[in-house]
């Protein structure tokens, strides 16, 4: 699970360390596992935010852990051309490549920390496949997609592409250096992320070594949300274990604790996860399908919508 990495993490700016004795620990309300599915033409997922209400969500919708999975030649796997409307999607690819096109002209190659943000908006069409030479080689694909939604005064603005390469992310490092912090929106500790989001949300990606300890500030205007792409350990004051796959969803507070397991009994891992955190935004919301919208009468304008062809069109040239 390379993503970005670099050779001396020392080098890197530290987290101002929290002063826990005038700050609120944020304690784990639930935690959860994620089932495992299929997507698109097949490929394996696991739906992260299963389980979790759409209040302690918001404004996070849907979640998926594409992979971890180590394709035969042949194997790999996309989605086909499919529509959205009235919200963001941001597909970050840790292992592997994927390829990404929409009806608007936004798209190519995405792979090894970098990260795709499509503004749905008003509507739009797009496919994300692997390329022609992964699908021939097999080779190793993970990553994440998450939905974001949109407020109602944001569901028909034009749609927007922002393609984030890696090199544009703030990586930080814990005190002692066995933290590694990959932020991607927002800001954490005035370390800001490079995406440019219409709702105020913080994403980062972070690898904590084997029996190290990541204290974490978190804006607390937001919600606090915790998936474990890889690796064990625990989190919170009263230890809680986590693995791969699971979800710990976050109550209010300043900071949250997070440290990563030592397996006596087999060769050490670092763990990793996909931190989250957004501000509601506390309108009602009915989906369905590939469409976020505030009511089942928008829903039923969607699907008209995309019918008679005003979400746009496939490019020429494409299939």
């Known amino acids: 699970m390379p993503a970005v990495t670099v050779d001396d993490q020392m080098v890197l700016p530290v987290l101002t360390p929290v002063n826990e004795a005038f700050l609120q620990e944020r304690p784990v309300r639930q935690l ?20 979790i209400s759409n209040a302690d969500l918001d404004p996070f919708i849907h979640m998926d852990q594409m992979g971890e999975v180590e394709y035969a030649p042949g194997e790999a796997k996309g989605t086909p051309w499919h529509p959205h409307r009235g ?24 792979s090894d920390g970098d990260t795709q943000w499509m503004t749905a908006g008003a509507g739009i069409l797009h496919i994300e496949r692997p390329p022609e030479e992964l699908v021939a080689s097999g080779g190793l694909f993970h990553g994440i997609q998450l939905w974001v939604n949109l407020p109602a005064r944001a569901k028909w603005i034009d749609p927007k592409y922002q393609d984030i390469s890696r090199d544009e992310l703030a990586l930080v490092r814990s005190p002692d250096g ?30 904590i070594a084997p029996g190290a300890k990541l204290t974490l500030p978190w804006p607390s205007h937001q919600n606090g949300l915790v998936y474990v792409l890889g ?19 976050l109550g209010s507070g300043d900071y949250f ?23 509601p935004i506390g309108e009602p919301v009915a989906k ?19 019918r008679s062809g005003k979400m746009g069109s496939i490019p020429a040239g494409e299939s």
């Open 178 to 207: 066995g933290a590694l912090v990959r932020v991607i929106a927002g800001s954490i500790d005035g370390h800001a992320g490079p995406g440019s989001t219409h709702t105020p949300i913080t994403m980062a990606h972070a690898t």
């Open 32 to 51: 959860t596992s994620a089932p495992s599915a299929f997507e698109g033409e097949g490929f394996p997922v696991r739906r992260a935010f299963f389980g």
């Open 231 to 249: 690796g064990m350990g625990s989190i919170g004051s009263q230890h809680h274990a986590l693995r791969t796959g699971q979800l710990a969803l």
């Open 288 to 306: 369905y399908g590939p469409f976020v919208m505030n009511s089942t009468q928008e829903l039923e304008q969607a699907f008209e919508d995309f």
């Open 257 to 279: 604790t997070v440290e990563g397991a030592v397996d006596t009994a087999s060769p050490a891992t670092q763990l990793d996860l996909l931190i989250l955190g957004g501000e």
């Open 87 to 110: 919200f963001e999607t941001v597909t970050y690819i840790i292992d592997g490549t994927f390829q990404h096109r929409d009806s608007i002209g936004g798209g190519g190659l995405i």
